[in-house]
């Protein structure tokens, strides 16, 4: 098994009063896509966006090839290769396709923008992708469909020199082709080398491309085991009830007092 | 994948035909289309009195510092901001320049000051606003006040302070250079005010339209929250685009000192909401995240060229605000059915 790329070692997180994830352990190799499932509220959004820069975490490390590192802000992970796809999705519907895709890293000429050549970067990645919705790199986002949004989304995290790339639930509002496209994708990305995280709340996805499967559960992490030594039965399991046989978080009787 | 490049080849197409689109469907294009079409149905009523050299030259001049003032409010509405502001900045500004000036100045009558003077005077006069805008755009983006309640404060607090600091009376005496040089100067026929909005205007839709300063602005008038997602300083920019308005307001202030001699303290009341007007009626959109300085340019000069229409064919003035007013809504109104159409796409 490679070296891990990303790894979060005992990372707490509250808002306010509201302890949302509890000493998290979680680990990202290149090379893999890694599955983090859990049900609705158990922390993935809120991992993805300490990962991200996004939310400071109250303890806990972070490792970034072995390194220790602090991401305090989304500057500090898009320098380390980090590429975020939010669950809501972050865009900004009055700018185009490609304004969005370089959004905060805009190609300069001198003090003016490179205009031209970000409409080819981005046309470029766009055609290496495949994607053939997009009519016009230059349509603004707001009049594309969700799919079409959530492939920009991608897009965006592929263009850049990306090690790490987080995908937050990216299919959820996907038809059955687009949801094809994306999934090939990421698994694309993994065999190029690059560390994926897919959040997904669906089992055929999670089976059919992820290496590694890791459950939150109320926002501990409940277990973090290969694809192939489990079963969809067990991780609906560890997701609704946190433990699955001898694998998870112990059961509270057999808990230290 | 011989598919996807063919589609590839089409997507260039499209392209060219987009940006006709663009351009054509650009609201700028109509708005321009509008003046043209008063500018001649006026030329046509009276071409003796509109179609002059002289009304053409003190429509330019008497829009110069609406114009100023128009081209900072172009980025704070763009960012869905607002400044009510602007006109007791302007104001403010001006008597802080003017009394530098006579403080200067022997015996407090700055009437005979000199260039070192005047000079001193544009610095003083350019950062009062800017530190008002400052404190503005503070007050907004770090304490999180609605930029509303913020800019409405400082409209009344601005006007206050500069009454306070000339105990309510004007500041009369302003350098004569000053008069002569930008009040009235001009050169080959193009008056030195509507030389120095043009440059502030140019300047103005360069930064937006081409830098990275510009870019972040529709970024955050779009969805902050993805802006500061990208790691754009949000707050940094708002602060900055706010002080940025404060020094046009000051430069404003000074240009009003120069035309009228004076720091014309109860003159600017509605400036704010003339200035708002014009780049509403300019196509920009009170949402946030739309918007050109051309647009606002053009948005300036729709109300002036009624007023000065109305002058001349022998309206009543009275009927002005009632036909800026009915532009102003439609505006709003074409921008609304223009953002349900898009949102229902
Ligand atoms: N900014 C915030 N402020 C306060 N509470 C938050 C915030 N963000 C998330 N939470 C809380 O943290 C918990 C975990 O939320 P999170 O979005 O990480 O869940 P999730 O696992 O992504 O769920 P889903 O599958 O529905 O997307 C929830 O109880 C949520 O209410
Ligand atoms: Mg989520």
């Known amino acids: ?257 | 994948m011989s598919q996807s490049t063919l589609d590839y080849e089409s997507t260039v197409n499209t392209e060219q035909q987009s940006l006709g689109k663009r351009l054509f469907s650009a609201n700028t294009l109509w708005t321009g289309l509008v003046l043209l079409v008063l500018y001649a149905v006026f030329s046509i009523m009276r071409p003796d009195a509109f179609l002059t050299l002289f009304t053409f030259q003190t429509l330019l001049i008497e829009a110069a510092v609406l114009l100023v003032l128009t081209v900072g409010m172009t980025f704070v509405i763009i960012t869905s901001g607002i400044d009510l502001s602007v006109g007791s900045v302007l104001v403010f500004a001006g008597v802080v320049g003017a009394q530098v000036m006579e403080g200067m100045s022997p015996g407090g009558d700055a009437t005979g000051a000199g260039a070192g003077v005047i000079a001193v005077g544009l610095l003083a006069t350019v950062a009062a606003g800017a530190a008002w805008g400052l404190l503005n755009g503070l007050l907004i983006a770090k304490a999180k006040i609605p930029p509303l309640i913020v800019t409405l404060g400082s409209f009344g607090a601005a006007l206050g302070a500069a009454q306070l600091l000339t105990g309510g009376s004007d500041v009369r005496t302003v350098p004569a250079q000053l008069r002569d040089w930008l009040g009235f100067g001009q050169t080959a026929g193009v008056p030195h005010m509507v030389i120095l909005a043009a440059v502030v205007a140019l300047h103005g839709a360069w930064l937006l339209r081409t830098t990275r300063f510009g870019r972040n602005n529709y970024a955050i008038g779009s969805n902050a929250e993805a802006a500061r997602r990208v790691g754009i300083n949000v707050t940094g920019h708002l602060v900055a685009t706010y002080a940025y308005v404060g020094a046009l307001a000051g430069l404003a202030g000074f240009m009003s000192l120069a035309y009228f001699g004076t720091t014309t303290i109860s003159g600017h009341s509605t400036d704010n909401l003339n200035a708002i007007a014009a780049v509403v009626i300019g196509g920009t959109s009170l949402f946030g995240g739309v918007g050109t300085v051309l647009g606002s340019v053009i948005g300036v000069f729709i109300p002036a060229v009624l007023t000065k229409g109305f002058v001349v064919i022998g309206v009543q003035p009275y009927w002005q605000p009632i036909a800026v007013s009915i532009v102003l809504v439609a505006a709003v109104w074409l921008d609304q059915v223009r953002r349900r159409a898009r949102n229902s796409r």
């Open chain 1, 1 to 257: 098994m490679s070296q891990p790329i990303l790894e979060l070692r005992g990372v707490n997180k509250s808002f306010g009063p509201v302890h949302v994830l509890h000493d998290v352990d979680f680990t990202v190799r290149p090379g893999e896509v890694t599955a983090l499932v859990g049900d609705n509220g158990a922390g993935k959004s809120t991992l993805v966006k300490c990962i991200a820069g996004i939310h400071p975490t109250d303890s806990g490390e972070l490792l970034f090839d072995g390194e220790p590192v602090t991401v305090g802000s989304p500057r500090d992970a898009a320098a380390l290769g980090i590429e975020v796809v939010y669950q809501d999705l972050a865009l900004c519907d009055n700018l185009d396709i490609v304004d969005n895709m370089f959004l905060g890293r805009e190609r300069l000429r001198g003090l003016t923008l490179d205009d031209a050549g970000m409409e080819e970067a981005a046309r470029k990645v766009l055609a290496d992708l495949s994607v053939r919705t997009v009519k016009s790199v230059r349509t603004s986002v707001a009049s594309l469909s969700g799919g079409q949004r959530q492939t920009v989304a991608i897009a965006k995290a592929v263009l850049w020199d990306s090690r790490v790339v987080l995908l937050d639930e990216p299919t959820a509002a996907l038809g059955v082709a687009q949801t094809r496209q994306v999934l090939d994708l990421v698994r694309r990305l993994a065999d190029n080398g690059l560390g994926v995280v897919l959040i997904s709340h669906n089992m055929n996805d999670v089976f059919e491309v992820a290496d590694t499967v890791a459950a939150l559960y109320l926002g501990r992490m409940a277990a973090e085991v290969p694809t192939a030594d489990t079963s969809r039965a067990q991780v609906v399991e560890l997701i609704t009830a946190g433990r699955s046989g001898d694998l998870g978080i112990p059961a509270p009787e057999t808990a230290t007092v």
